[in-house]
């Protein structure tokens, strides 16, 4: 059996500067018709940026979404055209000031594929130094920028001080990587 729903019609109900939602109606496997509202998102990275001193860079802020502070690894949206190293680097730099000797892609997945074709991948940073030319920051962000160990982050992974998905998802990463 195909699980494939088909969209039949697509209406726009918002086009903004990071999100576009849009009403659709699909036609399921069984030939019935049933409504969806989609988010379409165009990508993201999230950055696992690991300090010489066997610590990882996270930053604290504000978000209205949820109404509550967020302890996160540094990310950020792909802008048009823009290759996803070319993001990675330009978050690290942005929002931690920092440039990483080496950068590697670890993975990448969908955010929430329920109602959103939001993708992240995500990416360990290591041999980090200082940059020379600080990138500026989005309009609006304020950032609390701190280290946590492994240990420190997991506690506050189970205390339920971090809750941001791709955050615990980049320390369980580096809690089974770590060498």
Known sequence: MSFEE???ESISRYKGEVIDVYQQTVKLPDGELA??????HQGAV???ALTNDGKAIFEEQWRTPIGK???????GKVEP?????ETAK????EETRYEAGKIEKINGFYSAPGFSNEYMTLYKATNLKKVTKELPRDQGENLNIFELSLDEALK???EGKIEDAKTILAIYYWKANIK
């Open 81 to 85: 055209g823009e290759d996803l190293l």
């Open 90 to 93: 330009r978050e690290l730099n």
């Open 6 to 8: 088909k969209v039949v």
């Open 69 to 75: 502070l967020t302890i996160e690894i540094p990310a």
């Open 156 to 158: 506050a992974v189970a």
């Open 46 to 48: 999230g950055v696992l």
């Open 35 to 40: 409504n969806r509202d989609v988010v379409k």
